[in-house]
């Protein structure tokens, strides 16, 4: 079935640092890929996506790019800030029975001034 | 603009007991989902839906039961509570036309 294999977490960094969280994936045609970015006492929201190979989707400064080469959707930034503090989340659906989103576990993420 | 709202936010229970979460959205979405956050394991479906009337299974359903009567409610259910049930539930509705889900703000429920 389809899953999404996230870099462990917690990271912590210093502000303007360079940020990048590993995501690959499994799954069956062409999945739709996603991050989700979590702030502290809140739901998921969505930060950026990626229908099709070679697509960058970009937000807020996060970029990523869907590569199906080597499977992956790493997400990065290329100067975080306190603000960016929170827990990212990789995700896919599938182009196939399309109905469900798989989350990968998540990544904490913690900037210090 | 409500978007998506969980009730309640919080709530303990004793080990046997039984409740419910609601979920309501505003938005017409026809897809609406219940997941549990757990620390290490992110999130994981428990029961989704397509449309009124409808529902499915999805990766950790046991001990959960739900009910869409209506379009803009998905109701979960847990008839007797495990402490093994202690989590995070988050709601998250989104249209048939679109693969972006929208979340509620979450419920955390402990079981003791």
């Known amino acids: 079935g389809d899953s999404v294999t996230q870099m462990e977490g917690p990271v912590t960094l210093s502000e303007e640092a360079f940020l990048t969280i590993n995501c690959t994936y499994t799954?069956?045609?062409?999945?739709?890929l996603f991050w989700y970015v979590q702030y502290p006492g809140e739901g998921l929201q969505l930060l950026l996506k990626?229908?099709?190979?070679?697509d960058k989707g970009s937000n807020k400064g996060f970029e990523a790019t869907y590569r199906k080469e080597t499977t992956s959707f790493h997400l990065e930034k290329g100067s975080v800030q306190v603000s960016d503090s929170a827990v990212y989340f990789c995700?896919?659906?599938?182009?196939?029975?399309?109905?469900?989103?798989?989350f990968g576990t998540g990544t904490r993420l913690t900037i210090i001034p | 603009n409500a978007g998506v709202t969980q009730t309640p936010k919080f709530r303990v229970l004793k080990t046997g007991q039984s409740m419910t979460l609601l979920c309501a959205q505003d938005?017409?979405?026809?897809?609406m989902y219940w997941y549990r956050q757990d620390p290490g394991m992110g999130l994981r479906l428990i029961h989704y839906?397509?449309?009124?009337?409808?529902?499915a299974k999805g990766e950790v359903p046991d001990g959960y039961n739900v009910s869409r009567l209506k379009k803009q409610n998905f109701l979960l259910g847990l008839e007797s509570a495990a402490p093994s049930q202690t989590s995070v539930y988050f709601c998250?509705?989104?249209?048939?036309?679109?693969?972006?889900?929208?979340f509620g703000a979450g419920s955390r429920l402990t079981v003791l």
């Open positions: 998250a509705s989104r249209t048939s036309g679109a693969n972006v889900l929208t």
């Open positions: 799954a069956t045609g062409y999945p739709s």
């Open positions: 990626a229908t099709k190979a070679d």
């Open positions: 995700a896919l659906t599938s182009n196939f029975g399309n109905e469900k989103l798989t």
């Open positions: 938005m017409n979405h026809e897809y």
């Open positions: 839906s397509v449309g009124e009337g409808t529902t």
